[in-house]
């Protein structure tokens, strides 16, 4: 029970970092994939953005 709560910690600490992107394990990938979802989603703006409009 001890391993697994340290492993629970492991992953509950563990931020992005910029070589997630190369990593091999199943956490890294995760935060890379989320990092770049979120950092698409906040250059390409708001749905309710008006058509023109200069940000």
């Known amino acids: 029970m ?3 709560k340290q ?3 492991k992953v509950a600490e563990k931020n992005y970092e910029p070589s997630d992107y190369e990593g091999n394990s199943q956490i890294e990938q995760g935060l890379a994939e989320t990092h770049e ?3 698409d989603g906040y250059h390409e703006g708001t749905i ?3 058509e023109g409009k200069e940000d």
């Open 7 to 9: 492993e629970e910690n």
């Open 48 to 50: 309710d953005r008006k």
């Open 2 to 4: 001890k391993k697994k």
């Open 37 to 39: 979802q979120v950092s």
